[in-house]
């Protein structure tokens, strides 16, 4: 039995989600029929990290088990033909039977994306987040270095509480504005700051940790807006964390706004 890795971005725009569901076309479910479609085989994929609907990918990490011969490179260019515009097979692996795409992960690298400007552009009403009112980025930035370390996060969790444990660990948190569409620089921070920084319409947080909650990176984004446009302070941030109040949190940011940039694994 052969162990293979698949490397996946995607447009989640159309999607419920990355996991199989009743109410709508899952990410998941197009993966899985493209390769029951090349392989004649039935394979559950496992996957490192189950996006919402909405949310979108440049470095998802996904493995699945067959008996098949077909080479890697065969396998990558196989699922692309069975596979919608919108999923792109970017990397394909054969990697020893104990990795585990979820459990083997080490820490994920989110990324979310303002424009943060009073007019939008159509075009990128689906993979940004638009917020028309100035925000002050470094602000946002200073309030993001309390949550550096280990806490519990659950008041930044939507399902709370949930089966196991709201502890996690985040290892950056990086606030900072870009001149350009920041989505591809992935493994390090979108941009490095920009001198003119007031002119430039994008805002990135960038967020890497061991592990995520359901809508932690959105809650934290719609807690560090309500920083940025001076409502509260970087230390009311720290006094969240502390209360494990979910209702004390900032809103939802929208899911538009959000990638899965890199999935990190021990070598």
Same mark, same amino acid.
């Given at each position: 039995? *052969?162990?293979?890795?698949?490397?996946?971005?995607?447009? #989640?725009?159309?999607?419920?989600?990355?996991?199989?569901?009743?109410?709508?076309?899952?990410?998941?479910?197009?993966?899985?029929?493209?390769? =029951?479609?090349?392989?004649?085989?039935?394979?559950?994929?496992?996957?490192?990290?189950?996006?919402?609907?909405?949310?979108? %990918?440049?470095?998802?990490?996904?493995?699945?088990?067959?008996?098949?011969?077909?080479?890697?490179?065969? !396998?990558? +260019?196989?699922?692309?033909?069975?596979?919608?515009?919108? !999923?792109? $097979?970017? =990397?394909?692996?054969?990697?020893?039977?104990?990795?585990?795409?979820?459990?083997?992960?080490?820490?994920? *690298? @989110?990324? @979310?994306?303002?424009?943060?400007?009073?007019? #939008?552009?159509?075009?990128?009403?689906?993979?940004?987040?638009?917020?028309?009112?100035?925000?002050?980025?470094?602000?946002?930035?200073?309030?993001?270095?309390?949550?550096?370390?280990?806490?519990?996060?659950?008041?930044?969790?939507?399902?709370?509480?949930?089966?196991?444990? +709201?502890? *996690?660990?985040?290892?950056?948190?990086?606030?900072?504005?870009?001149?350009?569409?920041?989505?591809?620089?992935?493994?390090?921070?979108?941009?490095?700051?920009?001198?003119?920084?007031? +002119?430039?319409?994008?805002?990135?947080?960038?967020?890497?940790?061991?592990?995520?909650? @359901?809508?932690?990176?959105?809650? !934290?984004?719609?807690?560090?807006? =309500?920083?940025? $446009? #001076?409502?509260?302070?970087?230390?009311?941030?720290?006094?969240?964390?502390?209360?494990?109040?979910?209702?004390? %949190?900032?809103?939802?940011?929208?899911?538009?706004?959000?990638?899965?940039?890199?999935?990190? @694994?021990?070598?």
């Amino acid at each position: 039995m *052969r162990n293979i890795k698949l490397t996946l971005a995607y447009d #989640g725009s159309e999607y419920a989600g990355w996991q199989v569901q009743p109410n709508g076309l899952s990410v998941q479910a197009c993966v899985e029929s493209a390769i =029951e479609q090349l392989t004649q085989q039935k394979s559950s994929v496992l996957v490192a990290g189950r996006t919402d609907a909405g949310v979108h %990918a440049v470095g998802q990490v996904a493995n699945f088990q067959t008996t098949s011969s077909i080479p890697c490179n065969n !396998i990558q +260019s196989g699922l692309q033909r069975f596979l919608p515009d919108s !999923i792109s $097979v970017r =990397e394909v692996s054969e990697v020893d039977a104990s990795f585990h795409a979820t459990y083997s992960a080490v820490q994920k *690298r @989110y990324r @979310y994306v303002i424009h943060n400007m009073p007019v #939008g552009y159509p075009f990128l009403k689906r993979y940004v987040s638009e917020f028309s009112r100035p925000l002050d980025e470094k602000q946002m930035h200073t309030a993001g270095q309390f949550l550096l370390g280990k806490h519990d996060f659950r008041c930044f969790e939507s399902h709370y509480p949930n089966k196991a444990t +709201s502890v *996690r660990t985040v290892k950056e948190l990086t606030v900072q504005r870009a001149s350009i569409w920041p989505v591809w620089s992935a493994g390090q921070p979108a941009a490095m700051p920009d001198s003119h920084s007031s +002119s430039s319409e994008f805002i990135t947080v960038d967020i890497v940790a061991d592990g995520f909650l @359901y809508n932690m990176v959105r809650t !934290i984004v719609g807690t560090l807006i =309500e920083v940025g $446009v #001076g409502r509260w302070s970087p230390e009311d941030v720290q006094k969240i964390l502390k209360l494990m109040d979910r209702s004390q %949190a900032g809103a939802t940011a929208p899911a538009c706004g959000l990638y899965l940039i890199q999935v990190d @694994y021990e070598l």
